[in-house]
């Protein structure tokens, strides 16, 4: 009996230990994940070190998961080299983040070189990504006002 309750205790502890709190916040770690992903174009560890398998996605032309995810992306990004991104701003609401983007491609036509705004709202949970949503609209080559989109 005391050798069962030792391995009971040993695997409890085990787990405790394997289960260590985040130390970061929902606003850190999606903007080490968007460093890692979009500035350093590595799609595989940032899904793997930053984003929950069980990733629900909510773009329409897109597939659910984390899995799903990766084997999208990572040919799109080998394809695209003069594909670049900035960062305009993240925004954080509790464990809800933004992130307000331009996109653009410097090859291709005047359309691709003007790109797109983007913004990627993520929910954290833990260290982990566990959703996206986004929305996209293409930089028009003239515009109303001469506030930018960013």
Not at 9 to 18: I, N, R
């Amino acid at each position: 009996m005391r050798l069962v309750s030792f391995a009971i205790a040993l695997a409890l502890t085990t787990t405790a230990a394997q289960a260590k709190p985040c130390k970061m916040t929902p606003k850190q770690v999606v903007t080490k994940f968007m460093d890692e992903f979009y500035m350093q174009k590595k799609v595989r560890s940032s899904f793997e070190k930053w984003v929950d398998p069980g990733y629900i996605q909510h773009n329409p032309f897109a597939a659910t998961g984390r899995d799903a995810a990766i084997a999208f992306l990572e040919p799109f990004v080998a394809n695209n080299p003069s594909q670049k991104t900035k960062i305009h701003r993240i925004i954080a609401d509790g464990n809800m983040v933004a992130v307000h983007s331009h996109g653009w491609n410097e090859t291709g036509d005047a359309a691709a070189k003007r790109g797109f705004a983007v913004v990627d709202i993520f929910r954290v949970e833990g260290c982990r990504v566990m959703e996206h949503w986004d929305v996209l609209s293409p930089v028009p080559e003239a515009a109303a006002n001469t506030n930018t989109m960013f």
